[in-house]
Nanobody, 128 residues
């Protein structure tokens, strides 16, 4: 198991940027793909981005492609989500999560059930 703690959320105007961080503890971080999900008000949790163990392969939801960038630093046990050109519809609680399956490379959109460890979430609010 890996324990995850997100930070970096806040209130930002439309068009602005935020950088989320997720620090992991535990021995499995380096062997797991890491994902970001979000849950808007009254909505189900949805996929945002995922990165493989080495950081060389990423996959994004269409809604954030070209605006968000996921990255990871395995030496620091940290995964990041750089969010640019933010829109009001990006508002929600953002969660990082660790894949259940070791060394998986995602080439299609994963589901929340594919991830076994979750952080507590960090709130992102984008005002118009």
């Amino acid at each position: 198991q890996v324990q995850l703690v997100e930070s970096g959320g806040g209130l930002v105007q439309a068009g602005g940027s935020l950088r989320l961080s997720c620090v992991a503890s535990g021995r499995t971080f380096g062997s797991r793909a890491m994902g970001w999900f979000r849950q808007g008000p009254g909505k189900e949790r949805e996929f945002v981005a995922v990165i493989n163990t080495s950081g060389g392969r990423t996959y994004y939801a269409d809604s954030v492609k070209g605006r968000f960038t996921i990255s990871r630093d395995n030496a620091e046990n940290t995964v990041y989500l750089q969010m640019n050109s933010l829109k009001p519809e990006d508002t929600g609680v953002y969660y990082c999560a660790a894949d259940r399956t070791p060394f998986k490379i995602w080439t299609m959109q994963p589901k929340p059930a594919d991830f076994g460890s979750w952080g507590q979430g960090t709130q992102v609010t984008v005002s118009s």
